[in-house]
């Protein structure tokens, strides 16, 4: 069974997600925010090897730690997952320099997004579905096996994700929402960038932004 563990970090409250097929003992860390030797004591007490960072885009609050997560795991050159649209804006730290946050970026993506199908962790597989708006190469990632969606911040519990920072794009955002969540099943578990967790049929139903 796929096993998830939520770690929320930083000043923003980012939900790192350590994702892991434990009968490989492979793992992946998705969005480390922040506090990424935390993260990698959380992978190791756990047994787990970390192979890869995946980010959902490249705002500094979901790759802040990665530098960390890096050296805690005495690999440099540990493979980063990024749409290519998004790099620009990794290069220039992310929007945290503007707010005090001038941060190492970690090993520069190495995997671009635009150019991969599916990710893996062990055995389970992993759709990337593009998903512009929040930036403009937020990506998500959909487990059919696990009935999970790594959302970042394209939609949350009764919210969606801020359009007004550079490169937001509104249209799109409700776009993305409607054609790469709401068309998956209902049961679908979502696991956001911020906050608690939902499901595709509550937000279809629910969220009071983007209807189905």
Not at 8 to 27: F, H, I, K, M, Q
Not at 68 to 88: I, Q, S, W, Y
Not at 182 to 188: F, G, I, Q
Request: net charge negative.
């Amino acid at each position: 069974m796929l096993e998830i563990l939520t770690l929320p970090v930083g000043p923003l409250s980012t939900n790192a997600y350590l994702l892991a097929d434990p009968a490989a003992g492979e793992a992946v860390v998705v969005d480390p925010g922040w506090d990424g030797e935390a993260i990698a004591a959380a992978a190791r007490e756990c047994g787990w090897s970390v192979r890869q960072v995946w980010l959902t885009h490249a705002h500094f609050d979901h790759f802040g730690g990665a530098a960390g997560l890096a050296e805690a795991l005495e690999n440099p050159d540990l493979p980063v997952a990024l749409h290519a649209a998004d790099l620009p804006l990794w290069e220039q730290g992310g929007l945290g320099r503007g707010l005090g946050y001038d941060l190492p970026p970690g090993p520069r993506p190495s995997i671009d997004l635009a150019q991969t199908a599916s990710l893996f962790v062990g055995t389970y597989t992993f759709q990337v579905r593009h998903a512009p708006g929040h930036t403009p190469g937020l990506c998500i990632f959909y487990c059919a096996q696990a009935q999970v969606l790594l959302s970042g911040d394209l939609i949350f519990r009764e919210g969606v994700g801020r359009t007004d920072l550079p490169g937001g794009d509104w249209d799109a955002l409700v776009e993305s929402i409607q054609t790469r969540v709401y068309t998956l099943p209902e049961a679908t578990r979502i696991l956001p960038g911020h906050g608690e967790a939902t499901s595709v049929g509550e937000e279809k139903s629910g969220n009071p932004f983007v209807q189905d």
